[in-house]
């Protein structure tokens, strides 16, 4: 892609084009292919920009990538897995949005040979009058049978001027396939605040503490878990 | 320590509270009993200062201090403990986690240093065996998948961790079997029947007066306390119902 993408452009509907265009061109996608039987992790902490990432998973080879996305500016982060047979792949990400931010994933994971599975969590939170979206595609090949997709969107809207957007996308051409796919979008519970301030912890530490638990599940079992949570932990803190 | 006067309070500009008063001193057992819809449990949320229960008139003081002046989270750190008829579950967050956050939130109000892990978990451990309550419950998140007793046992132990003055306990009788009643109703009574605190019971039955022995009963009846007696009242209320000894 050489011309600056428009909103018509599906992967770009939600972008922050104005703040796009100063990144223009982008590099290309850091390409990594996960031999057959391979393993591979990768953590992202995203402070800005586009971040993109192309993997492909030969015959039974495991990737898991976490990913971290927070900024004040325009923050997005595209990542494209391609996988063959048995393959496994991991995606596990948060968006923390504050301000009027802008922060996005894209995620497009393809099963092109029978039996790979993938899972992808991710959280978003979005304060202020910031946009926070996830848009993630699950493509299963003809052939692709006893493919296992999983997608898991959710969405936490701190104030009523805040955005949020989930797509989840299936485009499935095997029939022996088990693709499912939720998203959500809510407000923190208003009881629980209220039952954590009724024993004394702060409105912004109990917002946290709920916030906390909601994101934590997206980089569950990350390699560098202890570091992601620390770090998302910190941008939540500097977002409430 | 307590002191209500003429309080009106609405919910959803529904008024339920029309007048209430109340004082209620240290060392001092009250409970108050009433029909549904009589606003028992209005009160301790307007006193609790849950959003969305407004108040419209009279005043409400707590070791002098004007309540309603204070946040929600003040008025638990000032040393008011709300034990919930429903208690909250919340995902994620560990009971331990849930507690200790809290204590040391209260200790920093209050400019204290905050507990080391080591001596916070003396602490809950002493408070669960209390309440019969194994310490693995409290590593799960708070009040998720918990039984309707189990959560009011987790409340009494939250009560025993906070070391409150004063503790507002709405309806902690119910959902309770007859073991779990006993084990709660010693627990308040381990925890809180002191010179120096008191206790506010909302409750619809007798039972659990069996256990913790109230100084003071009254009966709210449609917004405000229309007869208030001895321990002997509740016993006639059992007997007679509230139309009996209301009317």
């Given amino acids: 892609m050489s011309n600056l993408p428009t909103r018509k452009a599906e992967d770009w509907r939600y972008a922050d084009l104005a703040a796009l265009e100063k990144l223009w061109p982008l590099p290309d996608a850091e390409s990594i292919t996960v031999a057959a039987g391979d393993s591979f992790a990768r953590a992202i902490v995203n402070k800005g920009g586009v971040v993109r990432l192309s993997l492909t998973l030969e015959a039974g080879a495991k990737a898991a990538v976490h990913v971290l996305n927070s900024a004040d500016a325009y923050a997005r982060i595209e990542i494209e897995a391609t996988l063959h047979e048995g393959a496994d792949f991991t995606l596990g990400g948060v968006q923390l949005a504050s301000g009027a931010q802008v922060a996005e994933i894209v995620a497009t994971v393809r099963h092109m040979e029978p039996s790979a599975n993938s899972r992808q969590i991710l959280r978003s939170v979005a304060a202020g009058t910031a946009t926070a979206s996830v848009l993630g595609k699950v493509y299963v090949a003809k052939g692709a049978d006893g493919t296992d997709g999983q997608q898991s969107m959710r969405a936490m809207l701190l104030d009523r001027s805040a955005t949020a957007n989930a797509r989840p996308e299936l485009e499935i051409h095997a029939d022996d396939v088990k693709c499912a796919h939720g998203c959500a979008i809510g407000e923190l519970d208003a009881n629980g605040l209220f039952y954590m301030a009724a024993r004394g912890i702060e409105p912004a530490r109990a917002k946290a503490l709920m916030l906390q638990a909601f994101i934590a599940e997206a980089f569950d079992g990350a390699e560098d878990e202890d570091h992601l949570q620390a770090a998302a932990q910190a941008a939540l803190e500097a977002l409430l | ?247």
């Fill in chain 2, 1 to 247: 320590m307590l002191k209500i006067n003429n309080l009106h309070a609405s919910v959803a500009d529904k008024p339920i509270l029309k007048g209430l008063n109340l004082s209620i001193n240290a060392g001092e057992i009250h409970a108050i009993m009433g029909p549904n819809g009589a606003g028992k449990s209005t009160t301790g949320y307007v006193l609790g200062g849950r959003p969305g229960y407004e108040v419209t008139q009279g005043s409400a003081t707590f070791d002098g201090q004007d309540l309603f002046e204070l946040e929600p989270h003040e008025r638990a750190a000032a040393g008011l403990f709300l034990g919930f008829q429903y208690p909250v579950e919340i995902p994620g967050v560990s009971n331990l986690q849930f507690l200790r956050e809290a204590l040391n939130s209260q200790r920093k109000f209050h400019d204290l240093p905050p507990l080391s892990g080591g001596e916070f978990l003396k602490l809950a451990k002493e408070k669960s065996a209390l309440l019969k309550m194994d310490m693995e419950m409290l590593k799960r998140p708070v009040n998720v998948g918990f039984s309707g007793g189990e959560k009011k046992r987790a409340e009494m132990v939250q009560m025993g961790i906070l070391n409150p003055k004063l503790a507002i306990l709405d309806e902690t009788d119910s959902g309770l079997d007859i073991d779990a009643l006993r084990i709660c109703g010693e627990g308040i009574n381990a925890i809180m029947r002191k010179p120096d605190k008191a206790v506010l019971l909302i409750t619809h039955y007798q039972r659990l007066l069996d256990y913790v022995k109230p100084d003071f009963v009254h009966v709210l009846a449609d917004g405000r306390i229309v007869k208030s007696g001895g321990p002997e009242l509740a016993l006639e209320l059992e007997e007679a119902g509230y139309e009996g000894v209301v009317a």
